[in-house]
């Protein structure tokens, strides 16, 4: 099991940037696929981004095509979030997760998940 703590959310204006990171415990996190997912208030928990375990592949939700880019940093055992152009319908909070099932997707392909960090987009 792998332990996960996001952070480098807030608020921001319409256009902005910010830059999410997630920090994996445990000595295998070059084994993992990860992925960002995002929740809206009302909303399912939607795909945002996954990268594979190497950092080689990347996948992206066609309303974050773009504008995000996920990256991998295996040394430090963090995957990062950078969002640039951000829109109001950015705003939800965003959950990192180690992917352990088949697919990019879908949250079933998760395991485990961090508490979430909240970004706000203001118009």
């Known amino acids: 099991q792998v332990q996960l703590v996001e952070s480098g959310g807030g608020l921001v204006q319409a256009g902005g940037s910010l830059r999410l990171s997630c920090v994996a415990s445990?000595?295998?996190?070059?084994?993992?696929?990860m992925g960002w997912f995002r929740q809206a208030p009302g909303q399912e928990r939607a795909f945002v981004a996954a990268i594979a375990g190497s950092g080689v592949s990347t996948y992206y939700a066609d309303s974050v095509k773009g504008r995000f880019t996920i990256s991998k940093d295996n040394a430090k055992n963090t995957v990062y979030l950078q969002m640039n152009g951000l829109k109001p319908e950015d705003t939800a909070v965003y959950y990192c997760a180690a992917k352990i099932g088949a697919g990019y997707y879908s949250p079933s392909a998760y395991r485990d998940w961090g508490q979430g960090t909240q970004v706000t987009v203001s118009s």
């Open positions: 445990g000595r295998t996190f070059s084994n993992y696929a």
